[in-house]
């Protein structure tokens, strides 16, 4: 992939995005997971260790946020990022198509 003009630029892997993806797949599913993890933490090529929503519900970096809803306040994943220890406070959910037609005007359909 190093030298296919197909991949030079992160426009022209984000326009074979497909190929990509199945190109690196095919390579990944080589290894066991650990391995690969190893052989990733060699390259210094950035990773998740996300599987299954269970270990994405149970990440100690998760920040949550209480949202009020028709049925009550719900908990919700909130942003990735901190930034000074502030974490936003967030209005009610909006029922569906509450905003709609708003929405529609605004983008023309």
């Known amino acids: 992939m190093a ?23 095919d390579k990944f599913l080589k290894f066991e997971r650990e391995e690969l993890i190893s052989k990733l933490e060699k390259a210094s090529v950035a990773y998740g ?37 502030y974490l936003p406070k967030v209005n009610k959910m909006p029922e569906l198509d509450e905003h709609g037609k708003l929405i529609r005007a605004e983008f023309g359909s």
Do not use: C, W, Y
């Not at 991949?7 to 199945?22: A, G, I, P, Q």
């Not at 269970?54 to 209480?66: A, D, S, Y």
């Open 3 to 25: 030298h296919d003009s197909r991949f030079k630029t992160n426009s022209d892997r984000v326009s074979n995005r497909t190929l990509t993806e199945k190109i690196i797949q």
């Open 49 to 85: 260790r996300i599987s299954d929503m269970e270990q994405l519900k149970n990440h100690p970096q998760n920040n949550f946020l209480e949202v009020d809803t028709k049925k009550g306040m719900v908990k919700v994943l909130g942003p990735g990022a901190i930034h000074d220890n």
